[in-house]
């Protein structure tokens, strides 16, 4: 059984900072690409940030230069969405997604997500 877990959500005012996290576990064989998307009220989920095993990383326009997607580097199965200068149009909830391979199935690779952690910005 493979599990993602995001921490670090909350309330932040305009302008503030937050980090999130993302850990996964569980019978894990390899985790290829990891995400963070996020989904605003009466909004469609959206892709923020992503980055590929080889460390290569990409984000949506609204959050170029503010928001930084990194993995630890000790344990390449958590990874963090750095937030700064946060503004009320990043409210959202957020989602943790990986392609991740399992012991029993390695040549298999499913999409896994977390349950998600509210990010409210607000004075």
């Known amino acids: 059984q493979v599990q993602l877990v995001e921490t670090g959500g909350g309330l932040v005012q305009p302008g503030g900072s937050l980090r999130l996290s993302c850990a996964a576990s569980?019978?894990?064989?390899?985790?290829?690409?990891m995400r963070w998307y996020r989904q605003a009220p009466g909004k469609q989920r959206e892709l923020v940030a992503v980055i590929i095993s080889g460390g290569s990383t990409g984000y949506a326009d609204s959050v170029k230069g503010r928001f930084t997607i990194s993995r630890d580097n000790a344990n390449k199965n958590t990874v963090y969405l750095q937030m700064n200068s946060l503004k009320p149009e990043d409210t959202a909830v957020y989602y943790c997604n990986a392609d991740i391979r399992d012991r029993g199935t390695p040549t298999l690779t499913r999409g896994y997500w977390g349950q998600g952690t509210q990010v409210t910005v607000s004075s």
């Open positions: 569980g019978s894990i064989f390899s985790i290829d690409t």
